[in-house]
C-alpha cells in the first residue's frame, strides 16, 4: 500500500503514480453482507450526464456495455456525492451500511 | 428533572412511555456535546452510533478551533488528544507555477489557552463522547438509526434502529447524524439532495517522521502549522489544504459538488495535482500513504439551513449545515460542539416545561442566535458566494501572483515599472477591471469587516 519510495527527478511521476487500487487498500471498510447503495440501470441508461462516474471518490460507477451502470459498494465511503449529483429520480438508493460496518476512519 | 438518570418521566396521555428523555443520533462533536449538557443537568440520555466508535465515519480538513471548549470542558487542553498546536497560519494564492502566502505565526498560539489544533477524529470524538458517557449519558455504538417513530399526531417520540426489537423512545429526538442528515431529511426539514450547497472533500493521511515534519514546517514539539490554498483545483470553485498531525501530513482539496461533476475530474486527480505543486511538493517529498478519505461538508451558509426544530426534535452540527467555510473561516468541529450543547440545554429546558412542541423546543435556536453559531454565519452569509465568485477562484490568484512578481522582480538596469502599472498589467492579464478590484475590495471588507 505504500508509495514507492521517490528518488531522483522523476519523483513526482512516481508520486503521482499511486494506483487506486493502493490508494483504497489504505482504507479500512468492514464489508457487510447488504448492499447499502443499490443503482437502478434501467435509470442510467438514459441518462447523458453520468456525473457519479467520475464524481464518486472511491471509483465505485463502472459504465456497462449494455449502456447501464454498474455499483461496487464494498468500499465506499458513505459520502453521499453519488445522490447529490445524480439528477435521475430513483436511480440511486441511499442509504447508511448496518451498524459497526462500512468504512472505519482511523485517521480522519 | 427526573428521580434518577435512566428513568424517563410517564407519557401524560398514556401513550407508550418514553424509556429515555433523550435520544441523541450521532456521536460526533455535536451529539456528545448534546449527551454532555443533558447528563449534567440530570436528563436521561443515549447517544446512537452506526460506527464502531465515535469519529469512525469523521473526517475534517485541518483545524479544530477550542474557544468554544473553555465554558464546556475547563482546561480542555490539558488532556485533548492534540496532534499539534496550530503556532503557523498560512495562506497561500497558487498558480501552476507561482504562489503567494500570507503566513502567521504565533508565539501565543502554542500556549494555553491555545487557539487550534490538529487533531485525528477517531480521538477527539472519542474523547469527547468519553466526556458525555463519564456525566451519565449512554453509548450504543455500530447501531444506525434508520428512521423516525412517531405518535399519532406526527410527534417525533422515537428512533427506529437496525438492532433487533430495536426502537427506542425519548421525548426528544436530537439530530446530530452528519451532513447527509437522513433524519432531518425524513422530518421534512432538509431537501433531500441540493448539490450546490455542497462540497466534497478528499483527503490523503501521508505518514512522515516527525523530526522531517519539524524541519520542513519550521516547527518544534507539540508545534503544528495549516495551510490552505486558494487557486489549486483546475478550475472548480474550492480550495486545498495541507496540515500536520504528529507523525504525518495531511493534505487535500475540497471542491463544490456540481462543479466537480460538470468537470468531470476524479476527486483524486486534484490531490495529484496539489501534491505535485512546486509550492507543495518539496513538504511531501518522501512520505507514504496512510489513509485516504472523502466526506461531503455542507457549505451554503446561514441561508441554506433548514429549520433547527420540529414537534420532538432538534437538528445540530453538520446536520443542520452549521459549517462555516467562508474564505479566511474554515470551521466546524467548533460549531458543531456549540450547536450540540445549546441543543442540549434547550431540551432541557423543554423537559423541565413539559413542551417538546417545536416551539417548546424554540429556545434552541434563540440560543444559537444569541452565540456565535448562528451570529458568525449571519453575518457571513454573504460569504459563500464571494469566495466562490468566478473572479475570487479564477482571475485574483494569478492576478495577486503576478503583481508580488512584478513589484519583487529586480530589473535593472531596466527600469521597473511603478506600483500602478504593474497593478494595471496584472489585472488586464487577467480580465479584471480596477473597479471590480475595488468593488470586490470593498465587498469583501462589508462582508468580513
Known amino acids: ?108 | 428533572m427526573p428521580e434518577s438518570p435512566g428513568t424517563a418521566t410517564a407519557r401524560p396521555d398514556g401513550a407508550e412511555p418514553a424509556t429515555f428523555d433523550a435520544i441523541v443520533v450521532g456521536a460526533g462533536p455535536a451529539g456528545s456535546a448534546a449527551a454532555l449538557a443533558l447528563a449534567r443537568a440530570g436528563r436521561s440520555v443515549v447517544m446512537v452510533e452506526r460506527g464502531p466508535f465515535p469519529g469512525s465515519k469523521n473526517v475534517y480538513g485541518g483545524v479544530v478551533y477550542g474557544r468554544v471548549l473553555d465554558d464546556i470542558l475547563p482546561d480542555w487542553w490539558d488532556e485533548v488528544p492534540v496532534e499539534r498546536w496550530v503556532v503557523r497560519r498560512s495562506t497561500m494564492m497558487v498558480t501552476g507555477s507561482q504562489s503567494l502566502s500570507v503566513d502567521y505565526r504565533s508565539e501565543a498560539w502554542g500556549k494555553a489557552p491555545f487557539n487550534g489544533m490538529t487533531t485525528l477524529r477517531s480521538h477527539f470524538d472519542s474523547w469527547l463522547a468519553a466526556k458525555a458517557t463519564d456525566s451519565g449519558a449512554r453509548l450504543i455504538t455500530s447501531t444506525v438509526a434508520t428512521g423516525l417513530v412517531r405518535d399519532e399526531a406526527g410527534r417525533v417520540v422515537g428512533v427506529h434502529t437496525d438492532r433487533e426489537g430495536g426502537d427506542i423512545r425519548a421525548h426528544v429526538v436530537i439530530a446530530c447524524d452528519g451532513v447527509n442528515s437522513l433524519l432531518a431529511k425524513e422530518a421534512g426539514l432538509l431537501p433531500r439532495a441540493e448539490a450546490s450547497h455542497y462540497t466534497l472533500g478528499v483527503k490523503e493521511v501521508l505518514a512522515l517522521p516527525r523530526e522531517v515534519i519539524d524541519d520542513r514546517f519550521g516547527v518544534r514539539g507539540h508545534e503544528g502549522v495549516d495551510i490552505e490554498m486558494l487557486g489549486c483545483t483546475r478550475g472548480i470553485p474550492g480550495g486545498g489544504f495541507l496540515y500536520t498531525n504528529a507523525d504525518s501530513v495531511s493534505v487535500g482539496v475540497v471542491v463544490s459538488l456540481p462543479h466537480l461533476a460538470d468537470a468531470k475530474v476524479r476527486p483524486e486527480e486534484l490531490i495529484a495535482d496539489l501534491k505535485e505543486h512546486p509550492s507543495i511538493a518539496p513538504y511531501l517529498r518522501g512520505s507514504t500513504l496512510r489513509e485516504y478519505a472523502a466526506h461531503l461538508i455542507p457549505e451554503g451558509g446561514y441561508d441554506t439551513m433548514p429549520a433547527l426544530a420540529a414537534d420532538g426534535m432538534v437538528v445540530c452540527g453538520d446536520a443542520a449545515a452549521m459549517t462555516l467555510a467562508a474564505g479566511l473561516w474554515l470551521e466546524g468541529v467548533n460549531f458543531a460542539i456549540g450547536s450540540g450543547y445549546a441543543a442540549g440545554q434547550a431540551v432541557d429546558r423543554a423537559l423541565a416545561a413539559g413542551d417538546y412542541s417545536a416551539s417548546g423546543l424554540g429556545s434552541y435556536r434563540a440560543a444559537l442566535e444569541e452565540q456565535f453559531v448562528l451570529a458568525d454565519h449571519k453575518r457571513l452569509r454573504k460569504a459563500p458566494s464571494l469566495v466562490l465568485s468566478d473572479r475570487v477562484q479564477h482571475r485574483y490568484p494569478g492576478l495577486l501572483c503576478d503583481l508580488a512578481e512584478g513589484m519583487f522582480t529586480v530589473t535593472n538596469p531596466t527600469p521597473k515599472p511603478g506600483g500602478l502599472r504593474i497593478t494595471r498589467t496584472a489585472a488586464a492579464k487577467h480580465g479584471v477591471k480596477l473597479r471590480q478590484l475595488a468593488a470586490d475590495t470593498v465587498r469583501g471588507l462589508r462582508i468580513f469587516g
Open chain 1, 1 to 108: 500500500m505504500n508509495q514507492p519510495e521517490p528518488t531522483g527527478a522523476d519523483e513526482t511521476v512516481r508520486w503521482r503514480g499511486v494506483s487506486f487500487e493502493d490508494r483504497m487498500a489504505s482504507v479500512d471498510f468492514r464489508v457487510g453482507a447488504r448492499a447499502h447503495i443499490s443503482v437502478d440501470s434501467d435509470v442510467c441508461r438514459s441518462c447523458t450526464t453520468r456525473a457519479c462516474v467520475t464524481a464518486c471518490p472511491a471509483n465505485l460507477f463502472a459504465p456497462t456495455s449494455d449502456g447501464g451502470i454498474l455499483f461496487n459498494y464494498e468500499e465506499c465511503f458513505e459520502c453521499g456525492t453519488c445522490y447529490m449529483v445524480c439528477d435521475q429520480d430513483g436511480a440511486i438508493t441511499w442509504t447508511y451500511p448496518d451498524g459497526g460496518q462500512g468504512v472505519v476512519f482511523h485517521h480522519g
